[in-house]
């Protein structure tokens, strides 16, 4: 069965290499991101994949993008942006806000435009990227964090009170990435620095290693996982 997949961040490392491994595996994949030439890119190389230009924290944007997808059978939420590190009385109003709304509102708006059509076809599978700062406290920003423990709470919630109607649930934890985001040395910078330092500090990972996490949540092998919050930070959260 051909899948339709969306795929939301789709012009940054880790969506890109997300629409590319959907599309390889002759999914149709709508690729969604505000930087309207990188998903036009994709649209270009593979015949496969609808590029629709969209702000994720705009619930008009959404529903333009939802309504001429058709069945949605995979949501992969994977817009994000990082903050400043402000620690909590540091953070401006207007840049929790900015956070929030990207990492947190933009996934609920997906969940909530695509979730009744999933529902009525009895099935469909939301893999939400979110970040190991949204499994402990760590040293990132305030608001980042904030909002990706909020994105693992929504997971949680919707595979809790879905999963007996055939939706599943999960989100993808990355540390580093090799993608412009690095994470693991914002969000617990001691950590790291000891981790350097003894020379057990996981490398950053590749995009392709957090979509080989994101494509087997999102295919039938993992039909009995739901609800999962899946580190794919090399073991540094171990330490």
């Given amino acids: 069965m051909t899948r339709t997949v969306i795929v939301t961040g789709a012009a940054g490392g880790v969506g890109r290499a997300a629409v590319a491994r959907f599309a390889g595996a002759g999914d149709r994949v709508v690729a969604v991101d505000r930087d309207a030439e990188g998903v036009r890119t994709l649209a270009d190389r593979y015949d496969s994949v609808t590029d629709v230009a969209a702000d994720v924290t705009d619930p008009d944007d959404v529903a333009r993008v939802i309504a001429p997808a058709g069945e949605v059978h995979v949501l992969v939420n994977n817009a994000g942006v990082i903050d400043r590190l402000g620690r909590a009385h540091e953070a401006g109003l207007d840049e929790w806000n900015r956070l ?140």
Avoid: W
Wanted: hydrophobic letters at 45%; a neutral charge; aromatic letters at 4%.
């Fill in 100 to 239: 929030l709304a990207v990492n947190l509102t933009g996934p609920y708006l997906f969940c909530h435009e695509v979730l009744p059509g999933m529902l009525e076809r009895g099935g469909g599978v939301i893999v939400n990227v979110a970040s190991v700062a949204g499994l402990r406290g760590g040293r990132a920003g305030a608001a980042y964090t904030a909002s990706k423990h909020g994105l693992v709470g929504l997971t949680l919630n919707i595979a809790a009170t879905l999963g007996d109607q055939g939706i599943r649930s999960n989100v993808v934890c990355p540390g580093s990435i090799r993608t412009g985001m690095q994470v693991v040395d914002h969000v617990f910078p001691a950590a790291a620095e000891g981790l350097q330092r003894d020379r057990r500090k996981p490398p950053p990972a590749e995009a392709d290693e957090i979509v080989d996490a994101i494509v087997y949540l999102a295919s039938p092998q993992a039909s009995r996982i739901n609800g999962t919050a899946l580190p794919v930070d090399g073991g540094f959260i171990a330490y």
